[in-house]
C-alpha cells in the first residue's frame, strides 16, 4: 500500500487515505477543437512502463489535489507537488531524468509549454 | 509409539496438567505444550487424511509448515477448520476434531482412492471429466463438488470479536529467534524504533534446541537476557504469538496476533489484525527444512528431523523407542544426539553421501550408532504409522540391503530460507549451489517509495544456518555496531543435494515418494506434469497442484521444481520458483474484517429526524449509506397499500419528508456565477438574488451526473442542492475542477449537506401548516414558486424554498440539524388538523414519476445525456462552453436515433417490470432479438390508479401513441403505449398556487 | 420550546479509556487567504487565537483556530456563540475574498480520555501518534469515516465527525476501549 506526502499540508498518507485521480497534466479542449483533440483528451491516456504523472487527493486529509510522479514498474515516488500547476517542477524532472535516464519526459523537454509550441 | 518422556521438556510446565479432547477422545497434556506435542504424548500419531488419496497422515513438522496435522478446532460459534496442530497451544478444554475422513479417522471409506492412485494421477479431473459434455452438469461437477473442499465450514455467526491497529516504526523485525533478538537488540541500541514480532508462545526460536553457545552462555539464557535487555527499552516493542504474514508496497506489513486463541471466551479480542508500516523490515523467519523424497515418506511417524528434535527437546516428547535418521546433511545428526541424550534408540543413520567424516557424525559415531554412507531409504514399511525402513544404496535403483525395524523416521535433505517475506514485495533470490537453497539475493532487494531497499534479511533466512553465522549476519543485517554476540563456530560438513531417493529409483518407488503431502503430489505426477509439456513451473504447480494445499507448499516446493528440473533436464535456477504471494500463514477473514462487524460493519448514516422515523413504523431504504424512510407502515397495512396512501393524502391533504439527505452545498466568490455556469448546463449567473433554478450537471464527457434547485443567497453566493447521492461527489467534482483546472478563479466551497435538517411540507394544505407554525409569510405574493425567503418558522431558523418535486404546493424548509426533529415534531403536531401524513422515498418516487420528473439514477445511468430526457430547455444556447457541451457535440451524441424519454402506458393498466426492454423485429448477431427501448422507472399510480412508466425509446417522442411489445421474464408480453410522460396535471397549476 | 439537540445527547462508554460524546460544539468554517491580516484579526476577534500554523490548532479556554488546509481554518467556540460570531466575520471579511460558514451542527464530537487513550485511537486512525505533536490537529480516516482529531490536553483527545455517522464514530469508539483490548499493559 503506497505513501504519499501530500505537498498542501505535508502529512505523509497512506493510500486508504487518498484518492486517484489518473493522469496528470491534461488539457482541456472543449468547444471549437476538433473530434481528434476532443477524443484525445477524453480517453487517450498514457500507460507507461515506468514513469507517470498522476492526480491524488488527499481526500481523508486536506482536501486538496496534487500530483505523483511515480515509477509504475518499482513504485518509486520521485516526488509530489501542487496541482496548481501546468507542469512538473523544474527541479523535480531534473531529479527524474538523473535518476532514470532512459524514461520518456519528451512532453516536458522545452522549458515552457508556449516554447513547445 | 509415541509418549511423553519422563523427564525435559524446556517449554512445558508438568505442575499444570491440561486435560482435551481429540476425535472425542479425552486426552492429557501439560501448559506449554503445541496439539502436535500433546497429541503425540497420548501416542495419536495418526492425525489426518491427505486431500486426494485419503492416505492416513501423521505430525510431519513442529511449526507452521505443517502440511498433514490439520484439525478443526473448537465447538459451535468457536468452531474453526483446517487449524495446524504444530502451532496450535494446547489449553484445558480445547476441543479438536480430525478431518477429511469418515466414518472415523482409523476407518476412513475414501481409502478406497488410495488403491485406485494409479488411476488418479495429475490432471485426472481435467482428463476425466470432460467427456461426454453433458455430464458434467448432473454427473461431473456434482460429485466433485461433494468431495472437494478440506475440513468442514464453520456454521452461524463467530462468537469472538476481532481488530486491527497501526503501529509505525523504524525497524520491522520478523522472528523472534537468535537472529530476530540480535537484529532488534542492534537496531534499539543504535535509537531506532523497533517492532520485534514472534509467532511462536515464545523467543529463541530454533538455537536453545541446537545447543548453541552464545557469548559463552547457553542459548536458552543468552534469549533471556536479551529479550529482557530488549523488554527494558523504551524503543522497542516485543510481541509473541504474532506472525508477520506479508511485507508489501512501501513498507507496508501485516501481521496476525493471536490473542486469546488459547484462552477462547476470556472476553478479549480473539485475534488482531496489525496494519504496520516500517522504514526497514529484518525477516528473520529462519529457514525450513526440507523433507526426502523415498517411497512411503508420508507414512505417520516419518518426520523431518529438526521436528523430531523440537519435540524431543522442548516438548519431552518421545516419537518412538526407535527412531531411524535419513539425511544428506550434518544437521541431522544433531537429532541423532538429541534423542540419545533423552535416552531413545538411534539404530542407524543413513546418509545418503558416500563419506561422511563430519564433527557431528563423528560425535554420533562415538556414541555407538551405526552410520549407514552412501545409503538410502528404498521404502519405509507400515500402514497407519512406520514399522521399519528396507535400506537400499542411493546410487542404485532400490534393490534392498537391509531392513531395520523402527517406529519413527527422522529425515532431512537440507534447509532452505523462508524467504516469502523477502519476496511478497519483490526482492529476488539465488541459486546457492554448495548448499542446494534458493537465498535472498541482497543486491536485488524490494524497494521502497524513495526507491530504497525496505527489507533484509537476518540468519537462517538469509541462507546463514550455523550459530556463528547466524549471529553475525543479524547483527549485520541491522546495521549493528561494535562486536555481534558470538558463537563456537560449527564445523559442518557439506550437504549433497538429494532430490529423489535412491537415485535411480524406477516408477513403482516414484509413484510412492510425495512431495506435497497435503495434496497429495508425488514425485510421478511432477514428472508425468513435465512429460505432458508443462514446463513452466507455474503452470506444472497449478496442474499437479503441488504447493497449492493449505500450506501453500512450504515444504513441496523446493523439492518439486527439483523434480521438474530433473525432468526437464534443465539446472534448478532455470526452473525458477513460482511466486511467493502472501499471507504466509493464513490469517482469518475475522482479523481481516476486523472490528467491521454488526453495528459498526459500516458507517450507516442518520438523518436528524431518525429517532422520530424508527418510533413510527418506518420501512428504511438504503440510499448509499443513508438511511432513509420508505414508507410508514399502520398496523395491519402492506408496503404497496402504505405507499398508495402515502401518496394520496399528499396530493389530496399534507404530506411531510424528510429531506434532510438532500446535498447543500454553498458556492461564494467573484467568479462562483463564472464557475457554476462551467458546472450547470444551463445559466446560474444569471438567477436573481432570493430566486431558485433547477440545474443539469454533465461530467465532460457529457453524461447526466446530477441535478438539483439552486439558489442565490447573495450577490456572490450561490446553494446548490444535490441529490443524496450526490452531495459528496459532486462536492469533490467541483473541488477537482477548481484546484485542477481553474486554480485563478476566485470561488470557495463548502459542502452543508449536514449542518442543515430539511423538511419537504407537501400538499395543498402545506400553506396552512407553516402560517399556523407561524413566523414568516409564505403567502403566494411573498414567496411565490421558484424563490426563498429566510426567517423563523415555531420559533426556529428556517430558510424556505418554494419549490416541488411533487407538482404539489411545496415548501422545502431547512433548519439546523440540532432543531431538526424539534421542527419536525412541531408540524406533526400541527398539522394532525389538516391531516398531515410523512412519506417516504416511495411516494416521492410515485409522485414525481406521475409528474415526470426524472430521477438520477433511474432515468440516468452514465450513458444519458440531458437532449435524450427531453431536457433541451435545461441547456443554455448562449454559453461558448459548460463542462460536457463539446462532447454533447460528437455525432453519436447529436444522432437523432438516440434513446429517447417517454412516457409509456400499459394497455392493460399493469405495472411494467423495471429494466424491461421494448423488442424490435430481427435479431442481432448473437440471434438476440433487438430492442428499440427500454423502461427506467415504473410504478403503480394511486392517483391515476393505474400503471405508469418512463422509458428511453429510439425517436420515442416522435412516435406518441405508437405501441411497443415488452416481453417479460416467462415468456409474457405487456403492451404499452408511447405518451406524454407528464402524467398528472400538464399545466403545473397545483404546484403554483 | 425545546434545546438543539447533540447526535447522542449524553452518551458515554467506559473502558480502559473513556468515551463521551462532547454535547454541542459552535464550529465555523472559514475558508480564505489564511496570510491576509485582515483574516488574522478576524480569526483573533471570534476566538481569541492566533493564526495556527499548518496542521496546528491554538486553543485559548473554550474557543479554539485549527487549521484544516491551506486556505481553510476550523473556528471552536460555544454552540450558541456561533451564529453570532459568523454573522461578526461574514462582516469583518466583507472586503476579502473568504467564506464563512456555520457547521456547528453539521458535526459530532467525542472526547476519548485517560493515559491509554491512543490506544483505542491507534486501531482505528492510520495515523503515527508518536510522531504528533501536541499542538496538532491531524485529519484522517478512522475506519471507514473521515474525521479529525487532536488534544485538548495531554491524553485528553478530541474528535470531530460528520453528525450522520456520529452512531458509527461511537460504536467504533466504544469497541475500542473495552477492558482485555489494551494494546500494552
Known amino acids: 500500500m503506497l505513501i504519499l506526502t501530500c505537498p498542501h499540508c505535508g502529512v505523509t498518507a497512506e493510500e486508504t487515505e487518498l484518492a486517484l485521480g489518473g493522469e496528470a497534466h491534461l488539457k482541456r479542449y472543449g468547444p471549437g477543437d476538433s473530434d481528434e483533440q476532443f477524443e484525445a483528451y477524453m480517453f487517450a491516456r498514457k500507460n507507461p512502463k515506468g514513469v507517470h504523472f498522476e492526480r491524488w487527493r488527499h481526500a481523508y486529509g486536506c482536501g486538496k489535489w496534487f500530483i ?32 532514470r535516464p532512459s524514461a520518456d519526459l519528451s512532453d516536458w523537454d522545452a522549458a515552457t509549454p508556449e516554447d513547445a509550441q | 509409539m509415541s509418549a511423553r518422556l519422563s523427564r525435559g521438556g524446556r517449554l512445558i510446565d508438568r505442575t499444570k496438567p491440561l486435560s482435551f479432547r481429540f476425535d472425542g477422545r479425552t486426552m492429557t497434556g501439560f501448559a506449554g505444550d503445541t496439539l502436535a506435542a500433546s497429541l ?32 478443526g478446532l473448537g465447538e459451535g460459534a468457536r468452531f474453526e477448520p483446517n487449524q495446524r496442530a504444530t502451532t496450535t497451544e494446547t489449553f484445558d478444554g480445547l476441543t479438536a476434531i480430525s478431518q477429511n475422513r469418515w466414518p472415523t479417522l482409523d476407518l476412513d471409506v475414501g481409502a478406497v482412492n488410495d488403491a485406485l492412485a494409479r488411476f488418479l494421477p495429475a490432471g485426472f479431473y481435467y482428463k476425466m471429466f470432460i467427456h461426454p459434455r453433458p455430464f458434467w452438469k448432473h454427473v461431473y461437477e456434482p460429485f466433485i463438488r461433494q468431495s472437494a473442499g478440506l475440513g468442514r465450514v464453520p456454521q452461524g455467526g463467530d462468537a469472538d470479536r476481532y481488530e486491527q491497529a497501526y503501529a509505525f516504526c523504524d525497524l520491522l523485525v520478523a522472528g523472534g529467534g537468535i537472529a530476530g533478538l540480535t537484529a532488534a537488540l542492534a537496531g534499539a541500541r543504535a535509537g531506532q524504533r523497533v517492532i520485534l514480532l514472534e509467532q511462536a508462545a515464545h523467543w529463541g526460536g530454533r538455537a536453545p534446541v541446537d545447543g548453541a553457545a552464545i557469548d559463552g552462555q547457553p542459548a ?70 526440507r523433507p526426502l523424497s523415498f517411497a512411503g515418506n508420508d507414512l505417520p511417524g516419518v518426520m523431518l528431523a529438526g521436528a523430531v528434535r523440537d519435540f524431543v527437546v522442548n516438548w519431552a516428547i518421545s516419537p518412538g523407542d526407535r527412531t531411524v535418521i535419513v539425511t544428506n546433511n550434518d544437521d541431522a545428526y544433531r537429532t541423532a544426539l538429541a534423542l540419545l541424550d533423552a535416552g ?27 552410520v549407514l554412507e552412501g545409503r538410502a531409504v528404498a521404502k519405509v514399511k507400515g500402514g497407519k504409522r512406520v514399522a521399519g525402513v528396507a535400506i537400499c544404496a542411493q546410487a542404485g535403483q532400490g534393490a534392498v540391503l537391509e531392513e531395520i525395524g523402527c517406529d519413527a523416521v527422522a529425515m532431512s535433505g537440507g534447509w532452505s530460507p523462508a524467504v516469502h517475506l523477502w519476496s511478497h514485495c519483490g526482492g529476488k533470490l539465488v541459486w546457492d549451489e554448495t548448499r542446494s537453497m534458493f537465498r535472498p539475493d541482497p543486491a536485488r532487494p524490494p524497494t521502497g517509495d524513495a526507491g530504497q531497499p525496505i527489507a533484509v534479511t537476518a540468519g537462517a533466512a538469509s541462507g546463514a544456518l550455523t550459530a556463528a553465522d547466524v549471529l553475525a549476519d543479524a547483527h549485520a543485517a541491522a546495521g549493528g555496531q561494535g562486536p555481534a554476540p558470538s558463537a563456537a563456530a560449527d564445523d559442518e560438513a557439506p550437504m549433497e543435494p538429494v532430490w529423489i531417493m535412491p537415485q535411480g529409483a524406477g516408477p513403482a518407488l516414484k509413484a510412492k515418494m510425495w512431495l506435497d503431502y497435503q495434496n497429495d503430489v508425488k514425485v510421478s505426477d511432477v514428472q508425468l506434469a513435465a512429460r505432458e509439456g508443462y514446463e513452466s513451473v507455474e503452470h506444472t504447480k497449478r496442474y499437479t497442484t503441488l504447493g497449492m494445499a493449505t500450506d501453500q507448499g512450504k515444504l513441496s516446493n523446493i523439492n518439486g521444481l527439483a523434480v521438474l528440473s530433473d525432468a526437464l533436464h534443465q539446472p534448478i535456477p532455470a526452473t525458477g520458483t513460482t511466486t511467493f504471494r502472501p499471507p504466509y500463514t493464513p490469517l482469518t477473514l475475522g482479523a481481516i474484517g476486523g472490528e467491521a462487524r454488526g453495528e459498526i460493519f459500516q458507517p450507516l448514516r442518520r438523518t436528524p429526524i431518525h429517532d422520530w422515523h424508527q418510533a413510527h413504523g418506518v420501512e428504511w431504504e438504503p440510499v448509499g449509506l443513508w438511511r432513509r424512510p420508505f414508507c410508514y407502515r399502520r398496523p395491519g397495512e402492506s408496503s404497496h397499500e402504505a405507499v ?124 396552512r401548516l407553516l402560517e399556523k407554525l407561524g413566523g414568516m409569510d409564505v403567502s403566494k405574493a411573498a414567496l411565490p414558486f421558484m424563490t426563498w425567503a429566510e426567517g423563523r418558522l415555531a420559533g426556529i431558523p428556517a430558510r424556505v424554498f418554494r419549490i416541488s418535486f411533487s407538482g404539489e404546493l411545496s415548501y422545502e424548509v431547512a433548519i439546523p440539524a440540532s432543531r431538526g426533529a424539534e421542527f419536525w415534531e412541531a408540524c406533526v403536531a400541527a398539522g394532525a388538523e389538516f391531516g398531515l401524513m410523512p412519506y417516504g422515498t416511495e411516494c416521492l418516487h410515485v409522485l414525481r414519476a406521475e409528474k415526470g420528473f426524472i430521477m438520477i439514477g433511474d432515468e440516468t445511468d452514465g450513458t444519458v445525456i440531458p437532449q435524450d430526457l427531453g431536457l433541451g430547455w435545461a441547456i443554455s444556447k448562449k454559453k461558448a462552453d459548460y463542462l460536457g457541451k463539446r462532447a454533447q457535440e460528437r455525432s453519436h451524441m447529436a444522432d437523432p436515433a438516440r434513446w429517447r424519454l417517454v412516457g409509456l402506458e400499459t394497455l392493460d393498466g399493469s405495472v411494467l417490470p423495471e429494466g424491461a426492454y421494448a423488442v424490435a423485429e430481427g435479431t442481432n448477431a448473437n440471434g438476440q432479438r433487438l430492442t428499440q427501448g427500454r423502461v427506467t422507472s415504473t410504478y403503480f399510480s394511486p392517483t391515476l390508479g393505474r400503471g405508469i412508466a418512463m422509458g428511453l425509446v429510439r425517436h420515442g417522442p416522435d412516435r406518441m401513441g405508437e405501441v411497443l411489445d415488452f416481453p417479460t421474464v416467462g415468456g409474457k408480453v405487456v403492451q404499452a403505449r408511447i405518451v406524454d410522460q407528464v402524467f398528472y396535471d400538464r399545466e403545473g397549476a397545483k404546484q403554483d398556487v | 420550546m425545546s434545546e438543539p439537540q447533540s447526535a447522542l445527547p449524553g452518551r458515554r462508554a467506559a473502558g480502559f479509556a473513556t468515551v463521551a460524546e462532547a454535547g454541542l460544539q459552535g464550529m465555523i468554517t472559514l475558508r480564505g487567504d489564511l496570510a491576509s491580516p485582515v483574516l488574522a484579526a478576524a480569526v483573533q476577534q471570534a476566538t481569541g487565537c492566533a493564526m495556527p500554523g499548518p496542521r496546528r490548532i491554538v486553543q485559548a479556554g473554550d474557543r479554539a483556530a485549527a487549521w484544516m488546509s491551506p486556505d481553510e481554518l476550523l473556528l471552536i467556540l460555544p454552540h450558541a456563540d ?58 484522517s480516516r478512522m475506519a471507514q469515516v473521515a474525521a479529525a482529531l487532536w488534544q485538548a490536553a495531554p491524553g485528553d483527545w478530541r474528535i470531530v465527525c460528520f453528525r450522520s455517522v456520529a452512531a458509527y464514530a461511537f460504536g467504533l469508539l466504544d469497541n475500542a476501549v473495552r477492558p482485555g483490548s489494551e494494546l500494552t499493559a
Not at chain 2, 251 to 280: C, F, K, N, S, V
Request: proline share 5%.
Open chain 2, 40 to 71: 503425540l504424548a497420548n501416542d495419536q500419531m495418526l492425525v489426518g487424511r491427505s486431500f486426494k488419496y485419503h492416505r492416513p497422515r501423521g505430525i510431519v513438522a513442529s511449526g507452521p509448515e505443517e502440511p498433514n496435522a490439520l484439525v
Open chain 3, 82 to 139: 456561533a451564529p453570532g460570531a459568523a454573522t461578526a466575520l461574514q462582516a469583518a471579511l466583507a472586503g476579502e475574498h473568504a467564506l464563512v460558514a456555520e457547521v456547528s451542527d453539521a458535526r459530532a464530537m467525542f472526547a476519548v480520555t485517560g493515559d491509554k487513550a491512543v490506544q483505542a485511537l491507534a486501531k482505528l486512525f492510520p495515523v503515527d501518534f508518536a510522531a504528533m505533536e501536541p499542538d496538532e490537529i491531524r485529519r
Open chain 2, 344 to 370: 531413545l534408540v538411534v539404530p542407524a543413520v543413513i546418509d545418503a553421501r558416500a563419506s561422511v567424516t563430519g564433527a557431528l557424525p563423528q560425535a554420533v559415531r562415538a556414541r555407538g550408532v551405526r
Open chain 2, 644 to 767: 398508495n396512501r402515502e401518496v394520496r393524502n399528499t396530493r389530496e391533504r399534507l404530506g411531510l419528508l424528510d429531506a434532510s439527505t438532500l446535498g447543500k452545498l454553498v458556492v461564494k466568490g467573484p467568479d462562483a456565477g463564472r464557475f457554476l455556469d462551467m458546472l450547470y448546463t444551463n445559466l446560474m449567473s444569471t438567477l436573481p438574488v432570493g430566486k431558485c433554478r433547477y440545474g443539469l450537471m454533465c461530467s465532460d464527457n457529457g453524461f447526466l451526473i446530477d441535478d438539483g434547485v439552486v439558489a442565490r443567497l447573495t450577490e456572490d453566493t450561490w446553494l446548490c442542492h444535490t441529490t443524496t447521492g450526490g452531495a459528496d461527489r459532486i462536492h469533490a467534482h467541483m473541488e477537482d475542477w477548481l484546484q485542477c483546472e481553474w486554480w485563478d478563479w476566485k470561488v470557495h466551497v463548502a459542502n452543508l449537506t449536514e449542518q442543515f435538517a430539511q423538511v419537504a411540507v407537501v400538499g395543498p394544505e402545506a400553506r
Open chain 1, 68 to 99: 505523483a510522479a511515480r515509477c509504475t514498474v518499482t513504485l518509486e515516488v520521485f516526488g509530489t507537488y501542487p496541482a496548481q500547476t501546468a507542469r512538473p517542477p523544474a527541479d523535480l524532472l531534473a531529479a527524474i531524468r538523473a535518476k
Open chain 2, 220 to 289: 536458552a539464557d543468552w534469549v533471556a537476557g536479551t529479550v529482557a535487555a530488549l523488554a527494558a527499552m523504551p524503543n522497542v516493542t516485543m510481541r509473541l504469538r504474532t506472525q508477520v504474514t506479508g511485507l508489501y508496497d512501501h513498507g507496508y506489513a501485516l501481521a496476525g496476533e493471536r490473542i486469546a486463541d488459547h484462552t477462547p471466551g476470556d472476553g478479549r479480542p480473539r485475534q488482531r489484525l496489525w496494519r504496520i508500516r516500517a522504514g526497514m523490515t529484518v525477516v528473520a523467519a529462519g529457514a525450513i527444512e
